[in-house]
């Protein structure tokens, strides 16, 4: 690894506080709402000014770094070579939209296709959790503890609402098999209760940018991410991602797989 990950994330703490401040002086305002691909799928003013303010900080700090943003201010990458940063400068849209809540920052950076470091603010609750392979996840920069290897019916396992309501790859079969299924609309706060030993796993289809940060805080404390055929993810498009601890996730893969 060529990047210095304490170096790295002191930046990125730094670069969400400043972006915290900016969307919350932004949600003083009216915002500028439009759709994307559907009527569920929005985009705010807010969104795309902080996918810039992040951008920007990048470009600054790491000049060859390639960015992958959902708000798109670069090319989209076709290669995961050298230094990347994933960014979601606003995840959980629909929720800041109707709530004003429960929505998410997310930078994930990975070197030549391998996780570095992900970093998720939590804006309105000014929490920050952040981790990787080489640094130990935290919250606010409280070491987390070490996460219990869960079975599917000891803990809470987040989904995909649509997934769910039409039992997808028997999503609603192994929800009912764990403690309870939970939808955040944020999968950047999924991986947040991962963190911190609130759930077990997370099941959903998801972007690059909506899976990169929370991979690599998650693998780093032996969380198990891949495809539901057991495949690592493609982050040049990402898909369907089963999130959980290693004896759950074996359980959920049988699920999908056999039954
Ligand atoms: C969305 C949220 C949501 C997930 C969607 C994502 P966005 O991100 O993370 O929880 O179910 O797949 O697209 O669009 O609000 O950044
Ligand atoms: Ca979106
Ligand atoms: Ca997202
Ligand atoms: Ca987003």
Do not use: C
């Not at 003013?45 to 996918?51: E, G, I």
């Not at 810039?52 to 989209?76: C, R, S, V």
Request: aromatic letters at 6%; proline letters at 5%; a negative charge.
């Amino acid at each position: 690894m060529t990047v210095d990950v304490y170096r790295l994330h002191a930046q990125v703490t730094a670069w969400l506080q400043a972006s915290r401040i900016h969307v919350q002086d932004a949600m003083r305002q009216p915002l500028d709402v439009a759709t994307k691909s559907n009527r569920n799928d929005l985009v705010t003013n807010v969104d795309q000014q902080n996918q810039i303010f992040l951008a920007e900080q990048i470009q600054t700090a790491y000049p060859n770094a390639h960015i992958e943003g959902e708000e798109g201010t670069a090319d989209k990458i076709n290669r995961l070579d050298g230094l990347v940063f994933f960014v979601d400068p606003i995840d959980g849209t629909m929720n800041f939209v109707k709530q004003r809540a429960h929505f998410a920052i997310m930078i994930g950076v990975y070197e030549d296709g391998q996780p570095v470091y992900g970093a998720i603010m939590d804006v309105m609750q000014n929490a920050i959790v952040a981790g990787g392979p080489e640094l130990p996840a935290r919250v606010n920069d409280v070491l987390l503890p070490a996460l219990p290897d869960l079975a599917l019916a000891d803990g809470l396992i987040g989904v995909n609402g649509p997934m769910h309501a039409h039992n997808r790859l028997h999503i609603a079969d192994i929800a009912l098999a764990s403690s309870g299924a939970r939808m955040s609309g944020s999968a950047g706060m999924e991986f947040m209760e991962i963190a911190q030993n609130r759930q077990l796993g997370y099941i959903s289809f998801l972007k690059p940018w909506d899976v990169a940060a929370g991979m690599a805080i998650v693998s780093g404390q032996g969380v198990v991410v891949t495809r539901p055929d057991g495949g690592p993810i493609d982050l040049l498009n990402a898909g369907l991602v089963v999130a959980a601890t290693p004896k759950a996730h074996q359980e959920i893969l049988t699920w999908m797989q056999t039954n």
